[in-house]
Nanobody, 117 residues
């Protein structure tokens, strides 16, 4: 099957930066969309950013201009560079892989990002 392993979460002060990574393994297929979602306490999971194999990106309005999603197709890894972090960015961040040809959607276990002084 598919496994997603996230890394890079932690505690950071407001205005700081963090970089998340997510490595995928298994039956990934050549064409897919990888990305990040987040879930804050008491809130629903929401899209943060996604990127296709071809490099097309999509961002939530709340992170545009601050976060950058990228990927290394050779390593089946997606990254999320988070700058100018705010307290409202505090959440568990989940890596996601979507394979359109099969309809399969897979999730990582999540990594906690806490923005606090």
């Amino acid at each position: 099957q598919v496994q997603l392993v996230e890394s890079g979460g932690g505690l950071v002060q407001p205005g700081g930066s963090l970089r998340l990574s997510c490595a995928a393994s298994g039956s990934i297929f050549t064409v897919n969309t990888m990305g990040w979602y987040r879930q804050a306490p008491g809130k629903e999971r929401e899209l943060v950013a996604t990127i296709t194999t071809g490099g097309s990106t999509r961002y939530a309005d709340s992170v545009k201009g601050r976060f950058t999603v990228s990927r290394d197709n050779a390593k089946n890894t997606v990254y999320l560079q988070m700058n100018s972090l705010k307290a409202e960015d505090t959440a568990v961040y989940y890596c996601n892989l979507y394979i359109a040809v099969t309809g399969g959607r897979y999730w990582g276990k999540g990594t906690l990002v806490t923005v606090s002084s």
